[in-house]
């Protein structure tokens, strides 16, 4: 079970931190996503981790401004967002998936396991 946090509201330029958490069994053998959906659009990836060897993997809009990161304690991911803009506004979500292809962090229908959503809302 996957639990995400930190959303909130954030002025644009501000920065957040979300936090995926999972409950019972550790992340060392997923690839760990965030993705994430703004009203009326389709979810889309943000960026994701092979958690047992450190791969990360960005959507192509985050430009160096979001930075994926493991936990010490391997049931935590974080995502810390710098330079937020107001179309950053969504519902972001993590996942896990195991045994994922690298051609496959990118999409949402290979990871079995969803926390819900946690909002960020950016305001000018």
């Known amino acids: 079970q996957l639990q995400a946090s930190g959303g909130g509201l954030v002025q644009a330029g501000g920065s957040r931190r979300l936090t995926c958490s999972a409950s019972?069994?550790?992340?060392?053998?997923?690839?760990v996503a965030w993705f994430r959906q703004a009203p009326g659009k389709a979810r889309e990836f943000v960026s994701a981790?092979?958690?047992?060897?450190?791969?990360?993997y960005y959507g192509d809009f985050v430009k160096g401004r979001f930075t994926i990161s493991r936990g010490n304690d391997k049931k935590m991911v974080y995502l810390q967002m710098n330079s937020l803009q107001p179309d950053d506004t969504a519902a972001y979500y993590c996942?896990?998936?195991?045994?994922?292809?690298?051609?496959?962090?990118?999409?949402?229908?290979?990871?079995?396991?969803w926390g819900q959503g946690t909002q960020v809302t950016v305001s000018n």
């Open positions: 019972g069994r550790s992340f060392i053998n997923y690839t």
């Open positions: 981790v092979k958690y047992g060897i450190g791969t990360k």
């Open positions: 996942a896990a998936a195991s045994c994922l292809h690298d051609d496959d962090y990118g999409t949402e229908r290979y990871y079995s396991f």
